[in-house]
């Protein structure tokens, strides 16, 4: 075959067409997107969509992907769970609205204290002899989603309520496929923080079925296509009736008669009395930035423990994920879970611990112990990095150009494995999360609200949100955004590139890394001393999503583990 004229024959070796005749590939220039969506699941980014391609704006986008990620996701969140949203506005305000799950008021303290068994290997959950803290109508705190969304909507959103929840209803009345990841929830999720598997959850519970599983004899088989029609005339009601509906009507009424039938906790007083609480953020300076995170316990405090002690160290010198980066990662995140577990076993006062915990001083002893070559100490063997498919929880961030962000983290918990009757939706099992032991912060009292490991975050270059981001419920949550954060910052990563990269966990002894991880490195660090544990999956260690803002340009990322996209209008 003749050459091109101008080609040499090296040129034919390195390559079948002629350099001069191909068009080297360049950067896809930035799309001139007005607004940004991420989410786990293609049809919560696509609701969040269609709301702001019709007049809505990114909160009124927020709200509708949230909603629709629990008609797709109900094993991980849905409006029988519990929320936190961080919202800023374009005025600048910043404001954070806790949607926790509540302890019903005639749970007692201590009630379960004779059948403590321990607690899960990520410290947050506990486990009881008869599982009825995690499984079943006792299981239930008072949901808090609905009244959170719909007070969110009432201050922040511009279009009507009902159509805000039109994409849900649309959605939970279509059939759709199950996923691969709500298969192995049902089927696996008993080795990963909980005693009991859905499947054996949905076989102690005898309600409704929500049309999503099917009960023959003595099993439990997840369908192949479902349909959610209950849920979806549930969520109709709603956009007619208000939220209230859920709290003070006639649908809480359902839902106190089905509790109660079961023995639950939970009484109609409880409902109606559910507040949502607005806080202030908590934040800290990271690369001059301000970091913005719920002041809920514990994994914002945990992830502003962690970023406080890497911002003690100049990572642009470093090798993204070689020997000496991820030894510092590590134990930054390990002082920011030790911060977590005190502040889990502080007597009554949280605010004060968090106050004492995350002090200059602390973070600078940290930093000078990693220079000098010192380990800190974790009790317990940690949270498995397998669980990556199974996190429970779901994440959704909506920003707009003009610096309105909205990022909303949820969850059901520990799923209790109850479908509230006639309704098609499962109500959530926080009361694992609590301590059965009296005596702490962390331990059940009636009104006391549910420790979590969401930390939906933002962060600001002056009073500009720069990165709006979250990640699912999980004891990695807090040790994903990190590095995420750090990846865009520190390593000048794209959304999509600091999402994907390859990330490490440090929740006990062992150091948690991902399969992409090189081997060598693996070496170098147990040369050293290391313990380090391999995951047999590639994308590990919490699910992220993040969107970022650089002047006029938005870009969205979204993690590979699980099946969501982002999306630009």
């Known amino acids: 075959m003749r050459s091109p004229a101008g080609c040499t024959s090296a040129a034919r070796v390195r390559s079948h067409f002629c350099t001069e005749r191909v068009k080297v590939p360049t950067a896809r220039p930035p799309q001139n997107h007005t607004a940004m969506v991420v989410a786990p699941q293609p049809a919560a980014t696509d609701a969040g969509v269609e709301v702001l391609a019709k007049g809505g704006n990114v909160v009124d986008a927020a709200l509708a992907a949230a909603l629709v990620q629990g008609v797709v996701d109900p094993f991980a969140c849905g409006i029988g769970g519990m929320a936190i949203t961080q919202i800023t506005s374009r005025d600048g305000r910043v404001q954070t609205f806790d949607g926790l799950g509540v302890v019903p008021a005639d749970a007692k303290p201590g009630m379960w204290a ?50 805000v929840l039109a994409p849900a209803i649309r959605s939970a009345g279509e059939y759709r496929d199950v996923t691969l990841r709500e298969h192995v929830m049902v089927n696996h999720s008993g080795r990963f923080g909980s005693r009991l598997s859905i499947r054996e959850k949905l076989l102690r519970n005898n309600g409704d079925r929500g049309g999503f599983v099917h009960r023959d004899g003595d099993s439990v088989r997840l369908a ?12 109709e009601r709603m956009a007619r009736l208000g939220a209230d ?47 913005s995170v719920p002041a809920d316990p514990v994994a914002g405090p945990q992830l502003l423990a962690t970023l406080g002690v890497m911002d003690r160290f100049e990572f642009s010198e470093l090798e993204h994920n070689s020997p000496e980066h991820i030894r510092i990662l590590a134990e930054s995140m390990k002082f920011g879970r030790l911060v977590a577990d005190h502040m889990l076993d502080a007597p009554d006062s949280i605010d004060r611990a968090i106050s004492s915990l995350i002090t200059a001083e602390r973070l600078d002893a940290a930093a000078e112990r990693i220079r000098s070559g010192g380990r800190l100490g974790l009790k317990g063997a940690g949270a498995s990095s397998e669980s990556a498919l199974v996190m429970n929880g779901t994440h959704v961030s909506v920003t707009d150009v003009d610096g309105m962000a909205v990022s909303i983290s949820q969850t059901l918990g520990r799923q209790s494995g109850l479908i509230v009757k006639s309704t098609g939706f499962m109500v959530n099992g926080g009361m694992s999360l609590f301590d059965p032991r009296p005596g702490r912060w962390s331990s ?25 981001i979250g990640a699912s419920d999980g004891p990695m949550a807090a040790q ?58 590639g994308f590990t260690a919490g699910n992220a999503y993040a969107i970022t803002r650089f002047g006029d340009v938005l870009d969205g990322g979204v993690d590979p583990c699980r099946d969501g996209y982002a999306a630009g209008v």
């Open 245 to 291: 509906d859920f709290y003070l009507g006639g649908l809480a009424g359902i839902i106190i008669e089905s509790l109660s039938a079961a023995r639950g906790f939970m009484t109609a007083s409880d409902l109606a009395g559910y507040e949502v609480r607005i806080r202030d953020p908590l934040s800290q300076e990271f690369r001059g930035l301000r970091v």
């Open 480 to 537: 994903a955004l990190a590095q995420v954060i750090s990846n865009v910052i520190d390593f000048g990563m794209t959304a999509q590139e600091a999402v994907s990269a390859p990330r490490v966990s440090a929740t006990g002894r062992p150091i948690e890394i991902s399969n992409r991880i090189p081997r060598r490195v693996q070496a170098d660090l147990e040369r050293v001393g290391y313990l380090v544990e391999r995951s047999s999956e």
């Open 224 to 235: 192949i296509s479902v349909s959610n029609g209950s849920l979806a005339s549930t969520l």
């Open 114 to 163: 004779d059948g403590y068994r321990g607690s899960f290997g990520d410290e947050l959950g506990h486990i009881i002899e008869s599982s009825t803290n995690e499984s079943g109508a006792q299981s239930v705190c008072v949901p808090g989603v609905m009244r959170s969304f719909a007070y969110i909507h009432s201050l922040h959103g511009s279009i009507p309520w009902s159509e």
């Open 444 to 468: 059940i009292a009636p009104g006391r609200r549910c420790p979590t490991m969401m930390t939906p975050t933002i962060v600001f270059d002056g009073d500009d949100p720069i990165i709006s």
